[in-house]
């Protein structure tokens, strides 16, 4: 709507002697009232601006005698020489005019300013001054974006060996560091190491966290600071150091005791941690089950058992199981076959000694009988004569008893 003044006027002229000159003579003009430009009001928001984020300027713009015909931003990008790009401002809410510079994706400054132009073609800038770059309003483009860190976790990891711990760190702008931060088993406090890219790779970054030498938890986090100072960070993670290998059986060795009726294994144990338990395997002579028994750590490397005497005389076998404290098993039936061994049963050997033991007492008997019959005389009488106590008074009737049968 263009405002103005009319007038119509009907008026009648005459020349000076009179004459008409004209009737009903129409005299129109309009008078263009409206000589004022807008007004435009705009307060920077913010003095900076992330590349990745379009800059947005609102200003409140009004026209008093007309109406707004039209708004322009016009800037100049960070890669740009002079504010020659153009956006045109939308009404967004009464007199107020908003417009976006895109996003610059690079660091620097934007310049740009504001014109309103009226229906009259009255112009307004903000800042008047605009040919004057000095004068322009300003913003910082930053980088206000913080690194992408991209890391699978390492859950898991075997005791005595070097953690690899990898990420992929990129920042669009400029990445400065990336820490691998680790707490390792029994410390308190955390180790922070710069990693270094991998190979000469951009973005791809390892490092390997050292062997622990016993198992636990292990607990890290990757960190990445860009040139801005823009900080990220992986959560803390945690790493379960375990022992899994089984224990080492160096030897079993047996050895029969006691007349080859007990045998005694003993078995030379290690394990890259600990050993947890020892365990012997037989089977009696002539059984077909096993029976378990925990070996005795007896010093250093070293467990013994030893098998009980059998009754039977035959074969033992036996195996031996051993197991880390992390639960790893090792068997000597992994390498080979049971063992096996003869043993003397017990048993018998009573038997032999009952037998040797009943023809010993015969003969002992017999011997006794001969020695009765051969000095039962003269042996009483020596044993009663120094008799000094007077309870031997009773038994002369008995030797005189004796003497008589033995006189015929
Ligand atoms: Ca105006
Ligand atoms: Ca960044
Ligand atoms: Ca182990």
Known sequence: MKWGYSFRRNSTASDIEGNLLGQNMIFAFTTRADTDPPTIEYHPSQGTVSYDQDYNVMAIIKDQWGAIDNAMLFYQGVADTSPTRSVLMSLSGTDIYQASIPAQQSLGTIFYFIRATDSYNNMAW???????????????VIDGVRPEISHVPVIEADVF????????????????????????IGSITYTRIAMQPFNNTPNTFRHMIPAQNTT???????????????????????????DR??????????????????VQVKANITDDVEVGSVVLYFKTVGGDAWVSRQMTHVSGDVYEFIIPAQRRSGVVYYYVNATD????????????????????????GISIYYVLGGVLAVLMILLVLLLIRKFSGPAKIKD????????????????AEERDIDAP
């Open 126 to 140: 903000n800042p008047v001054n605009y040919t004057n770059q000095s004068q322009l309003y300003t913003v910082d």
């Open 161 to 184: 060996r070097e953690i690899e711990i990898w990420a992929v760190v990129a920042d669009s702008i400029q990445l400065t560091t990336v820490n691998l931060n680790y707490r390792a």
């Open 216 to 242: 636990g938890m292990i607990h890290y986090n990757i960190t990445a600071v860009d040139a801005s100072g823009n900080f990220n960070s992986t959560g803390f993670l945690s790493v379960r150091i375990l």
């Open 245 to 262: 290998t089984a224990p080492l059986i160096i030897s079993v060795i047996p050895e029969l005791l006691d007349n080859q009726t007990r």
């Open 325 to 348: 404290s992390s639960g790893n098993q090792a068997s000597t039936l992994f390498e080979e076959d049971q063992f096996q061994i003869e043993v003397e049963g017990v048993d018998e």
């Open 384 to 399: 009663e004569s120094p008799g000094d106590s007077s309870d031997a008074q009773p038994e002369p009737p008995e030797e």
